[in-house]
């Protein structure tokens, strides 16, 4: 079943706050926000592909991977394509069948939409 990374993490984090003492030193220390900062730049992103391995995307849910890699990896719009296609190859993740979602401009046209039609 696919989840949206903010899912991911929110169970991540409800898990670890079940001890109290926990909770307080997440709490104390920016709470949910601050965790997910903090993951991302111990984690990355391998746990959370490992929940997709083996599954079929829908556009949408690919979508969501790649918004993800941009809000809270920090790649640009021209990166997505190569990065998800070796993350599809390494977690057996197949792709939707859609025209160009390989491509640059498919995401720059997302995430980049002036830049896109200025080229």
Same mark, same amino acid.
């Given at each position: 079943m696919f989840i949206t990374f903010n899912q991911f993490l929110k169970k991540q984090y409800? %898990?670890?706050?079940?001890?109290?003492e926990v909770r307080a030193a997440y709490q104390q220390a920016g709470g949910f926000n601050e965790f997910k900062k903090n993951y991302v730049s111990g984690h990355h992103f391998a746990e959370y592909f490992?929940?997709?391995?083996?599954?079929?995307?829908t556009a949408l849910q690919t979508y969501h991977i790649? %918004?993800?890699?941009?809000?809270? &990896? &920090?790649?640009?719009?021209?990166? #997505? @394509?190569? #990065? #998800?296609?070796? =993350?599809?190859?390494?977690?057996?993740?197949?792709? @939707? =069948?859609?025209?160009g979602i390989l491509t640059v401009e498919y995401w720059q046209e997302r995430f980049e939409p002036k830049q896109a039609a200025s080229v």
């Open positions: 409800e %898990k670890r706050c079940e001890n109290a490992e929940t997709l391995r083996g599954m079929t995307l790649a %918004k993800m890699l941009v809000d809270h &990896g &920090g790649r640009k719009a021209a990166e #997505i @394509p190569g #990065i #998800i296609s070796q =993350t599809c190859r390494y977690y057996s993740i197949e792709l @939707p =069948t859609v025209y």
